[in-house]
């Protein structure tokens, strides 16, 4: 019996190495971290990925064949991809001091064919307030199984805040943070602190 769950341990991290280093679909990410007057209120998402994930999407939902998605053909694409990872922040991980901050809902979904890629558009709900001290958010875009390569660009992401907020932000690699460990180095992080004015 004691072989027998060894083996069984020995094929479980076999398959888990496997899954962890090669992705199966690959997506491109921009990201802008979203304030209004209360605080920090979420994460929009704009996800591309790679033309053969999104041929065989667009040909599970293109239902008229016309080769674009219509607004009957959202939710259910939507469900397919949103819906598994809800339970993992949809890959939107916000780190405040030492804990995550758990995702609110998805808004303003829209999915579309870019030059053959399948474009998701969509903004992750969250709550932070904004005090007249600093608060720090470290923010990842990433698929920590590696099953989706997430190439986030921090480095050109983008912050929309109004004016009552000083916001300050900057993109580095995760090396340091040892919350996001589980994430491979080259996954950047954007870094932000915030406050009243």
Same mark, same amino acid.
């Given at each position: 019996?004691?072989?027998?769950?060894?083996?069984?341990?020995?094929?479980?991290?076999?398959?888990?190495?496997?899954?962890?280093?090669?992705?199966?679909?690959?997506? &491109?990410?921009? !990201?802008?971290?979203?304030?209004? $007057? %209360?605080?920090?209120?979420?994460?929009?998402?704009?996800?591309?990925? @790679?033309?053969?994930?999104?041929?065989?999407?667009?040909?599970?939902?293109?239902?008229?064949?016309?080769?674009?998605?219509?607004?009957?053909?959202?939710?259910?694409?939507?469900?397919?991809?949103?819906g598994p990872i809800e339970k993992n922040n949809y890959y939107n991980?916000?780190?405040?001091?030492?804990?995550?901050?758990?995702?609110?809902?998805?808004?303003?979904?829209?999915?579309?064919?870019?030059?053959?890629?399948?474009?998701? &558009?969509?903004? !992750?709900?969250?709550?932070?307030? $904004? %005090?007249?001290?600093?608060?720090?958010?470290?923010?990842?875009?990433? @698929?920590?199984?590696?099953?989706?390569?997430?190439?986030?660009?921090?480095?050109?992401?983008?912050?929309?805040?109004?004016?009552?907020?000083?916001?300050?932000?900057?993109?580095?690699?995760?090396?340091?943070?040892?919350?996001?460990?589980?994430?491979?180095?080259?996954?950047?992080?954007?870094y932000l602190r915030f406050k009243k004015k």
């Amino acid at each position: 019996a004691m072989r027998g769950l060894l083996l069984f341990v020995s094929l479980v991290a076999v398959f888990a190495v496997q899954a962890f280093a090669h992705p199966h679909v690959f997506a &491109d990410v921009k !990201v802008k971290v979203l304030y209004d $007057a %209360t605080g920090f209120v979420g994460v929009e998402n704009r996800w591309s990925y @790679d033309e053969i994930y999104s041929a065989a999407m667009l040909s599970s939902v293109d239902n008229n064949g016309d080769g674009k998605i219509s607004a009957d053909e959202q939710p259910p694409l939507q469900t397919a991809i949103l819906g598994p990872i809800e339970k993992n922040n949809y890959y939107n991980y916000v780190q405040a001091g030492s804990d995550f901050l758990k995702a609110r809902k998805i808004r303003n979904f829209k999915a579309s064919m870019v030059k053959g890629k399948l474009v998701l &558009d969509f903004v !992750v709900d969250f709550s932070m307030p $904004a %005090t007249a001290d600093w608060t720090m958010l470290v923010v990842v875009v990433a @698929d920590p199984t590696n099953y989706i390569q997430m190439t986030s660009d921090m480095e050109n992401a983008d912050v929309d805040a109004p004016k009552s907020l000083e916001v300050e932000y900057f993109a580095d690699a995760l090396d340091g943070l040892s919350l996001f460990k589980a994430f491979r180095s080259e996954i950047e992080g954007l870094y932000l602190r915030f406050k009243k004015k």
